[in-house]
């Protein structure tokens, strides 16, 4: 693979790439530090521009069949599938992640999210109340011009989840990747447009933070859904609520592991590891408190030792790599940053913690034993390779610590016992949990948080809720009577 991933334009707009913007977005090979492209971030003109072409593309889109729109989100399903490689290729590069993981878990889930989407287009509609002899009826109708702020660690999977429920419902976005990963969002525009989507229907402009904030603000947006961090969520929940916007948040999280002394504890090692080492630790669902019962305590960490003698880090882009570097300098130092924290309050560090010298963002897969709550390191979200192996002696008590967080993105339980696994992920205050898994988040299924870590749910048929409003209309079918 030659590092060769300068797009045609910084921006997609109304069915183009267009060139503009005055100040250069260089993009980063994460692995080498190298610079691979540099793209433009938007200036004002830009984003009222692309938010025009998506307010006029809107109407004919909507008016749409809901058959006529699910078919084109589907054929951009087919094409991002025989694409897969690619686009894959293009991710490991934007984020580092390693071409093992691409393969199969961010522009295949983005197509799961556009053929799922475009499935439920055709199903879409409201209720018939019958009133005596009159009736009502509710017509589900679309929001408008939404707009999708996206994070750096799954680019075009957050692209395609936001835009396939939105276009879907009949809206057409506004989509600004992170500052951080520019890329892949373009080639979602370029592959809806290649699949019969109207010009403006889906529209990419990049851009920081003051882009996106100009994008929120926009007297003609309808809806805005960020995926990012907690701060960030305030600030554009803040911004959106001004004009009544709707939104929805998909925040970060510092979400609790549960392992009970009866559980399998090869796999609950492995929901560990895939739940704090997949992605370099940067996803926000990672459960890094794992709280773990006394009583498999040293097996669980013995084990653990055992399979962290299988990361294999190195070039993400070769398939064999299966621990790949951070996305960027400043993410790597935050997580020096919070290892040092550790060691100076108290934490065993029993794996890693050292950052791999030389060119790129490495940091070694680490894990902190004997952690307790109010450690900084169980207490905020790290966002990289940083597990927290804690201790719990009851049922009762695990639940009220891994429940005491502002966070409420995640939790998960493993256990042999199944009513207790019910009675647990019942009293666990999130918003996605599981049981004697980790991480896994299909497209079918509601995927959001709780309390700080966000508001409203994205795919499954709960995401429509949050792409469309209902109009209701009530038919008389006698006279109309009045008082005087
Ligand atoms: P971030 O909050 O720094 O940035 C997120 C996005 O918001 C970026 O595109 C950024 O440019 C934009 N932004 C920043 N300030 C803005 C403003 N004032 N107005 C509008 N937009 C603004 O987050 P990040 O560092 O890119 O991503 C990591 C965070 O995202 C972590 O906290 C992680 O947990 C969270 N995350 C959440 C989910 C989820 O689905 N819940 C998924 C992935 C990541």
């Given at each position: 693979?030659?590092?060769?991933?300068?797009?045609?334009?910084?921006?997609?707009?109304?069915g183009?790439?267009?060139?503009?913007?005055?100040?250069?977005?260089?993009?980063?090979f994460?692995?080498?530090?190298?610079?691979?492209?540099?793209?433009?971030l938007?200036?004002e003109?830009?984003?009222?521009?692309?938010?025009?072409?998506?307010?006029?593309?809107?109407?004919?889109?909507?008016?749409?069949?809901?058959?006529?729109?699910g078919?084109?989100?589907?054929?951009?399903?087919?094409?991002?599938?025989?694409?897969?490689?690619?686009?894959?290729?293009?991710?490991?590069?934007?984020?580092?992640?390693?071409?093992?993981?691409?393969?199969?878990?961010?522009?295949?889930?983005?197509a799961?999210?556009?053929?799922?989407?475009?499935?439920?287009?055709?199903t879409?509609?409201?209720?018939?109340i019958?009133l005596?002899?009159?009736?009502?009826?509710?017509?589900?109708?679309?929001?408008?011009?939404?707009?999708?702020?996206?994070?750096?660690?799954?680019?075009?999977?957050?692209?395609?989840?936001?835009?396939?429920?939105?276009?879907?419902?009949?809206?057409?976005?506004?989509?600004?990747?992170?500052?951080?990963?520019?890329?892949?969002?373009?080639?979602?525009?370029?592959?809806?447009?290649?699949?019969?989507?109207?010009?403006?229907?889906?529209?990419v402009v990049?851009?920081?933070?003051?882009?996106?904030?100009?994008?929120v603000?926009?007297?003609?947006?309808a809806?805005v859904?960020?995926t990012?961090?907690?701060?960030?969520?305030?600030?554009?929940?803040?911004?959106?609520?001004?004009?009544?916007?709707?939104?929805?948040?998909?925040?970060?999280?510092?979400?609790?592991?549960?392992?009970?002394?009866?559980?399998?504890v090869?796999?609950?090692v492995?929901a560990?590891?895939?739940?704090?080492?997949?992605s370099?630790?940067?996803?926000?669902?990672?459960?890094?408190?794992?709280?773990?019962?006394?009583g498999?305590?040293?097996?669980?960490?013995?084990?653990?030792?055992?399979?962290?003698?299988?990361?294999?880090?190195?070039?993400?882009?070769?398939?064999?790599?299966?621990?790949?570097?951070?996305?960027?300098?400043?993410?790597?130092?935050?997580?020096?940053?919070?290892?040092?924290?550790?060691?100076?309050?108290g934490?065993?560090?029993?794996?890693?913690g050292?950052?791999?010298?030389?060119?790129?963002?490495?940091?070694?897969?680490?894990?902190?034993?004997?952690?307790?709550?109010?450690?900084?390191?169980?207490?905020?979200?790290?966002?990289?390779?940083?597990?927290?192996v804690?201790?719990?002696?009851?049922?009762?008590?695990?639940?009220?610590?891994?429940?005491?967080?502002?966070?409420?993105?995640?939790?998960?339980?493993?256990?042999?016992?199944?009513?207790?696994?019910?009675?647990?992920?019942?009293?666990?205050?999130?918003?996605?949990?599981?049981?004697?898994?980790?991480?896994?988040?299909?497209?079918?299924?509601?995927?959001?948080?709780?309390?700080?870590?966000?508001?409203?749910?994205?795919?499954?048929?709960?995401?429509?809720?949050?792409?469309?409003?209902?109009?209701?209309?009530?038919?008389?079918?006698?006279?109309?009577?009045?008082?005087?």
């Open positions: 693979m030659t590092i060769a991933v300068q797009p045609t334009a910084s921006h997609f707009i109304n183009a790439y267009v060139e503009g913007g005055s100040e250069d977005l260089p993009v980063v994460p692995a080498t530090g190298e610079v691979v492209a540099t793209l433009k938007a200036d003109a830009l984003v009222d521009q692309a938010i025009a072409a998506a307010k006029a593309a809107q109407p004919a889109w909507a008016a749409l069949s809901g058959v006529e729109r078919r084109i989100l589907r054929r951009a399903a087919e094409i991002m599938r025989e694409r897969n490689r690619e686009l894959s290729e293009l991710e490991t590069i934007d984020t580092g992640k390693p071409l093992q993981e691409t393969l199969i878990a961010d522009a295949a889930s983005g799961d999210a556009l053929e799922y989407f475009g499935g439920l287009a055709a879409l509609g409201g209720e018939h019958q005596g002899a009159d009736f009502a009826y509710t017509r589900r109708e679309a929001l408008g011009v939404c707009v999708g702020i996206g994070a750096w660690n799954y680019p075009i999977q957050i692209a395609s989840w936001k835009a396939a429920p939105a276009l879907a419902c009949g809206n057409t976005m506004v989509f600004k990747p992170s500052e951080t990963t520019p890329l892949s969002a373009l080639k979602l525009a370029e592959i809806l447009i290649e699949a019969g989507a109207p010009a403006g229907v889906f529209n990049q851009g920081a933070g003051a882009v996106g904030a100009r994008l603000t926009h007297p003609d947006v809806k859904s960020l990012g961090s907690v701060p960030t969520g305030r600030k554009v929940y803040a911004a959106a609520a001004e004009g009544l916007r709707h939104v929805t948040m998909e925040l970060g999280g510092k979400s609790p592991l549960v392992i009970f002394d009866d559980a399998n090869e796999n609950a492995s560990a590891i895939n739940g704090n080492f997949y370099s630790g940067q996803i926000c669902s990672n459960g890094t408190r794992v709280f773990v019962q006394k498999i305590k040293e097996a669980f960490l013995t084990r653990l030792a055992e399979r962290l003698k299988g990361v294999n880090m190195g070039d993400p882009r070769d398939e064999a790599v299966n621990f790949g570097p951070m996305v960027s300098e400043r993410q790597v130092q935050i997580v020096e940053g919070y290892i040092a924290k550790g060691l100076a309050e934490a065993r560090l029993v794996a890693g050292q950052r791999r010298e030389g060119a790129g963002f490495w940091m070694e897969p680490t894990v902190f034993a004997d952690v307790t709550d109010t450690m900084t390191i169980a207490e905020e979200e790290i966002f990289g390779p940083v597990m927290s804690l201790d719990f002696d009851t049922e009762e008590e695990v639940i009220a610590r891994a429940n005491a967080t502002d966070f409420g993105l995640a939790a998960g339980v493993f256990t042999n016992n199944l009513a207790r696994a019910h009675r647990v992920v019942a009293q666990f205050k999130a918003g996605t949990t599981w049981i004697n898994t980790y991480n896994l988040t299909p497209v079918e299924v509601p995927f959001g948080g709780s309390k700080m870590s966000g508001v409203g749910r994205e795919n499954g048929r709960a995401a429509i809720e949050h792409y469309s409003e209902l109009k209701t209309v009530y038919v008389a079918m006698g006279d109309t009577e009045a008082p005087f």
